[in-house]
């Protein structure tokens, strides 16, 4: 994939309590070209969230973690309307407590193949935000005369 092409795709998210799922995870995503942000629990990724930096274009969310849970990040995720359009992929040991909610797009046991994660997160990533253009008003336009 293109530098530039990477350059138009919202970070991936990954939000998980442990380290070496959250690691591999972040990496098999970056060498596929992803943007990727970590965050260890829900709480350090609603920090995220929070802050004026670029919204991803999906999270990656484990349920069962300490601080708090998958279910709880989901339910402030639904409080806020720019969040609450953010897609969400549930990752979890226990796929029976999976639960529904409108963002949730996907669901993935762990451990996954590596090869299903690439496609839910090639069929669900949300790209980059198009740039605003600049349009010349008409009254300031370089053909326009001067009152």
Do not use: W
Request: aromatic content about 2%; glycine content about 4%; proline content about 10%.
């Amino acid at each position: 994939m293109s530098d530039l092409m990477a350059d138009l795709r919202r970070p991936i998210l990954v939000v998980d309590d442990d380290n070496d799922h959250r690691a591999t995870t972040g990496d098999f995503l970056r060498q596929e070209g992803y943007r990727v942000v970590e965050a260890a629990n829900g709480r350090l990724a609603l920090e995220h969230l929070l802050t004026d930096r670029p919204q991803p274009g999906l999270i990656l969310l484990d349920l069962n973690m300490p601080i708090m849970t998958g279910v709880e990040v989901i339910q402030v995720l639904q409080s806020y309307l720019r969040l609450s359009q953010i897609p969400v992929v549930l990752v979890s040991g226990d796929p029976a407590a999976l639960p529904a909610s409108p963002n949730v797009v996907a669901r993935l046991a762990k451990p996954c193949l590596l090869e299903d994660l690439l496609a839910v997160v090639q069929a669900h990533a949300q790209s980059a935000d198009p740039a605003p253009i600049d349009v010349p008003s008409p009254r300031t336009g370089p053909d326009r005369d001067q009152d």
